[in-house]
């Protein structure tokens, strides 16, 4: 399937919307699936002309919550849901919806891309600003707990090593 610019798209539409061709028609000579078309039917119905127009967008957690329990509330499909609410894929909103179902609302946040940075100075600074209160249960806390533990594992680990190297040092002098 090729790209398909906005224009071609709204004539495509208005072709089976003035009501002289079907859409098993159209997408047979346009060479697309008929479900796209019907789609694009859909989004134009909503939102006219400007639904193509619109450029790619991240959406925040909140909307894609909402979005998922409209879709729950109504029963609409996602087909129909992408239409109403604007959004490019009706793939996304299923995408959405299993993501929330798996791991609910935390795995519908948005997630940097791309490599973290080798600062360690930055990570440092940026735990020691939040001060988590010990009890509290939050991310910040735990990584906070994480981090102080492995700090006390480190330690311990020195100094097992100096305890072992002074009794090395202990039977070395007894021999002589």
């Not at 998922?68 to 299923?94: K, L, Q």
């Not at 990570?123 to 981090?147: H, W």
């Amino acid at each position: 399937m090729s790209n398909f610019t906005a224009e071609n798209r709204i004539q495509m539409v208005l072709r089976y919307i003035n009501g002289n061709e079907s859409i098993k028609e159209i997408s047979r000579q346009v060479q697309i699936n008929q479900s796209v078309l019907s789609g694009w039917i859909r989004l134009y119905e909503q939102h006219g002309s400007e639904a193509f127009l619109k450029n790619y967008t991240r959406y925040s957690s909140e909307f894609k919550m909402d979005v998922i329990n409209y879709m729950n509330e109504t029963g609409t499909s996602s087909v129909d849901t992408a239409a109403i609410f604007n959004i490019s894929s009706p793939g996304m909103i299923r995408n959405w919806r299993t993501k929330w179902k798996l791991g609910g609302i935390d795995a519908l946040q948005l997630k940097k891309k791309g490599r973290p940075s080798m600062r360690k100075e930055t990570k440092k600074s940026e735990t020691k600003k939040a001060a988590p209160i010990p009890g509290d249960g939050t991310v910040e806390a735990l990584q906070a707990k994480i981090e102080r533990l492995e700090m006390e594992n480190a330690y311990l680990k020195k100094l097992n090593a100096l305890v072992q190297m002074q009794e090395k040092l202990q039977t070395k002098s007894k021999r002589k």
